[in-house]
């Protein structure tokens, strides 16, 4: 009898399914059934963040686990950014381990300390408690968008010209506080999760420094880290996202995507960039 094997993705803060790229069709194809929900306060408008708390995105990933977990022989668990964080907090919730699946921690911010970061930044905190600052004051998501590759980029930066709603275009101070909290979370976790654990992270990381996979892997039981050379914080759609898809299939215990596949993709010329298969597929 066959195995079967499920993945639980999770996104990024003001993101949506898009931040994981092309996880989705490369788990897939692999044979992987893959699972993702749009957490609280994501996918509609910016402000509707304002009100949520880390407990609610924590609250609705552990619902969807509790959901698919009896349905598979073995059910992953895999985070990018914010998505990350959440997936340690939920790892250490319902005591995911080695028997039940592994967890893969995608460009994890345990520290907000990346070379974009401004020094002002560690003064948010000040601002949490300024009565109405916290609500009005946004965080814009600005060039480099967290992506090195110059053509995924223009596509990026095009999607939010047009209004499309992939990802917000930015998100309310307030709201930064709630992953301030999940990362004092995910350290806390760290500590205890059993599960075999793949840390991918971008040397060149604007967000977040490999201080944040180092972190994890001095902390953790059973992990292994692989660190990227040519991509930003967004790394499910950067320069090196297929290293990041071989190394979560091989992580999982799969082969690598075919590499016919990959040198179509390279052959593909720019302007035909959005589809399947172009350079920014899982964008479109």
Known sequence: MSTRVG??????????????????KALKRAGIE?????????????????????EQWLDAMVEQY???????????IMGMCMGALVALALCERVQHSAAQ??????????????WSTPWYAPLRALLYYVPGVGTRMKVEEGEPFGIKNSLVRAVVKAKFE????FHYRWVPMI???QVDRLRAWARRAAAVIKAPTLIVHAREDELTSLRSAEFLQATMADARTVVLENSYHMICVDND????????????????MPVRSRERRARRPADEAGGEGSEVEGLE
């Not at 993945?7 to 092309?22: E, K, N, R, W």
């Not at 957490?39 to 949520?52: K, S």
């Not at 047009?162 to 709603?165: S, V």
Request: net charge negative; hydrophobic share 35%.
């Open 7 to 24: 993945a639980l993705l999770i996104h990024g803060l003001g993101g949506t399914q898009y931040d994981l790229g092309i996880m989705h």
């Open 34 to 54: 893959t699972h993702a929900i749009t957490l609280p306060g994501h996918g509609t408008q910016p402000e509707d963040l304002i009100p949520v708390r880390a």
């Open 66 to 76: 509790r959901t698919l977990q009896p349905q598979y022989d073995q059910l992953h």
């Open 101 to 114: 699946g592994k967890l893969v921690t995608l460009a994890p911010p345990i520290y907000i300390d990346g």
């Open 162 to 165: 047009r209004g499309d709603n």
């Open 175 to 177: 709201c930064i506080r």
């Open 241 to 256: 996202r297929e290293q990041v898809a071989n190394s979560v299939l091989e992580f999982f215990g799969f082969p690598p």
